[in-house]
């Protein structure tokens, strides 16, 4: 997973000056933006690329993690002409199409377009079909920055759903700044906000104002379409598929819920047909001790017979990650960061190993109305506007904690369930058919996910994992893990500092201790007021009757595993 960072000068304002103050020292704007990329080096820790241009007044910084076009790709991409630059972090999931089209639409005294990555189809696109084209045909997740420098006009631009971080700020002198995480930003911008899933900038490098270009019709209507059990397998296997174009070493989280363990028996089955029978994909799962999760874990690894290992660890080396999980996922939302440390420590061991591409499951519950307390949704229309909010939330809560936990050891981490396609299949189903079902299998019983559990009810999975509960992530590691990191958090706070959390928190008042606690070292790191407005609590709905620990053992259906 890469990172990108760019500067642009308000010429108009500062007359073109290049040289800035730091420490009592004059800088140019070539140091002062490899010195602040580097606060995000982690993501890409095989090649920092930069391009500057004193001149035109910008620069573009590209930290890579080669994954495809490992001795071609090296960013930022400059076009034929020299004229259009690029810097981009993402894998981009249809390029070979892409790029087909490109050659299709070639004059006759044009050379075959080869592209050097999967990235820079974004500026072959660009070139030939215009702005407009581009991201009506683009499937990926992605961040970038593009700039023509023929027209002066600068293409800021992020996935549907915000698998990719991207954020933007403006300094004291009025340039204009954009980076893949916001640590980039702090110190330099006066104001720094998120670049909103789905839009894009093109136009004057002043002022970025993003417009939406991913508008489906689910987000604004209660869809009445029966599933297709069929199609619905279709989509995901089709999506899988497209997410392990990959030229080095890959493997799968796999915690034993429904959505990792599907994605992980898919690739297998994609997998074998290419490389024969012998092929074992890697696959991790992570936990204190006696977690719930490795049981069942352990059961799909043997089922599909994947190289599997368990990765522990203990509740003390869980609470000394508290800051570095701040840190890295830029958040003090509280599920966030309870999630965030057993995923900084599972990335460790695999980026250990030598694996740079891993496959997850992330998506599916807000998709399919995965979360427990989805049981309560008072009919179909909540529950589909429910869903709704989940999918454009996603940003704030596990697309952030996926992407920045795995990036923080310059792991790649792709999420099958939140290709574009399959989204915009499976949220154009009625919400009637998404909802728990109540009888399964001839039995009474409450549960979520259903129509998935029956696309995929044949040679994917043993019983036991298809139709085993919601366990959330944080959860399923151990029981005792978030008993523990509340009270430990909690221990830090007094009553009488917290009894004057909204007067000190004005924006998002922490409602527990622990919750304040993660808001002092959240502050510490970001002190900015307009960074602690970059964050969205995630709560399940209090008003459906639910209690507000986003926990899913706090939730009345949830069984012990």
Aim: proline share 5%.
């Amino acid at each position: 997973m890469c990172g990108i960072f760019s500067i642009f000068l308000n010429t108009e304002y500062n007359a073109g000056s290049s040289l800035y103050h730091h420490n009592n020292r004059t800088e140019s704007l070539r140091e002062l933006a490899f010195r602040q990329s580097a606060k995000q080096r982690h993501r890409g820790p095989d090649h920092s690329g930069l391009v500057v241009d004193t001149g035109d007044g910008f620069v573009l910084v590209q930290e890579r993690l080669c994954v495809i076009g490992v001795k071609t790709g090296s960013q930022p991409f400059l076009s034929q002409d020299g004229q259009v630059l690029l810097a981009a972090n993402g894998e981009i999931y249809n390029y070979r199409q892409m790029a087909k089209e490109i050659n299709e639409a070639r004059k006759p005294d044009e050379d075959v377009y080869v592209p050097r990555s999967d990235c820079d189809v974004i500026i072959g696109y660009y070139e030939k079909f215009g702005v407009e084209a581009l991201m009506q045909t683009i499937r990926g997740m992605f961040a970038f920055v593009l700039y023509d420098k023929k027209n002066g006009n600068v293409l800021v631009a992020r996935d549907p759903i915000g698998i990719i971080p991207l954020y933007s700020g403006m300094d004291s002198e009025k340039n204009v700044w954009v980076a893949s995480e916001m640590k980039c930003l702090v110190e330099k911008c006066t104001e720094v906000e998120i670049f909103p899933p789905g839009h894009m900038h093109y136009g004057s490098r002043l002022k970025l104002e993003p417009k939406c270009y991913y508008q489906p019709q689910w987000m604004y209507e209660i869809p009445e379409t029966q599933v297709d059990s069929e199609k619905l397998k279709q989509y995901l296997e089709d999506a899988v598929l497209s997410h392990l174009q990959c030229d080095v070493p890959m493997g799968a989280l796999l915690s034993g819920g429904l959505d990792s363990s599907l994605i992980a028996s898919i690739a297998t089955k994609i997998m074998r047909k290419r490389h024969g029978n012998d092929y074992r994909l890697k696959t991790y799962s992570v936990g204190l001790p006696g977690g719930p999760d490795f049981e069942f874990g352990r059961m799909v690894a043997d089922y599909i017979g994947s190289d599997h290992t368990e990765v522990l660890f203990t509740i003390d080396e869980g609470l000394n990650y508290i800051r570095d999980a701040i840190l890295h996922a830029e958040t003090y939302d509280i599920t966030t960061v309870r999630c965030t440390i057993p995923l900084l420590l599972l990335s460790r061991f695999i980026k250990s190993e030598g694996i740079k591409m891993v496959l997850s499951g992330e998506g599916a519950d807000e998709l399919f109305g995965g979360y427990l307390y989805f049981h309560q949704a008072p009919n179909a229309a909540e529950f589909h506007k429910e869903t709704v909010m989940r999918v454009k939330n996603l940003h704030y809560s596990d697309c952030l904690r996926a992407n920045k936990g795995t990036s923080a050891w310059g792991l790649e981490l792709r999420v099958p369930f939140l290709d574009t396609d399959f989204i915009d299949y499976v949220m154009s189903i009625r919400p009637e058919d998404r909802m728990p079902k109540t009888k399964i299998n001839g039995k009474v019983q409450s549960m979520e996910k259903y129509i998935l559990r029956q696309a995929f009810a044949r040679d994917y999975l043993p019983a036991e994992v298809l139709w085993r509960q919601k366990e959330q992530f944080s959860d399923g590691v151990g029981y005792s893990w978030i008993d523990t990191i509340t009270e430990y958090a909690a221990s830090h706070v007094s009553d009488a500092e917290f009894s004057k959390a909204a007067e000190r928190f004005p924006i998002n008042p922490p409602p527990t201790k622990e919750a304040f606690y993660y808001r002092q070292v959240f502050e510490e790191l970001f002190p900015h007021q307009s960074c602690a407005s970059t964050v969205r609590r995630w709560v399940p709905r209090i008003d459906w009757g639910c209690s507000a620990d986003p926990s899913g053992r706090k939730q009345t259906v949830h069984k012990d595993n």
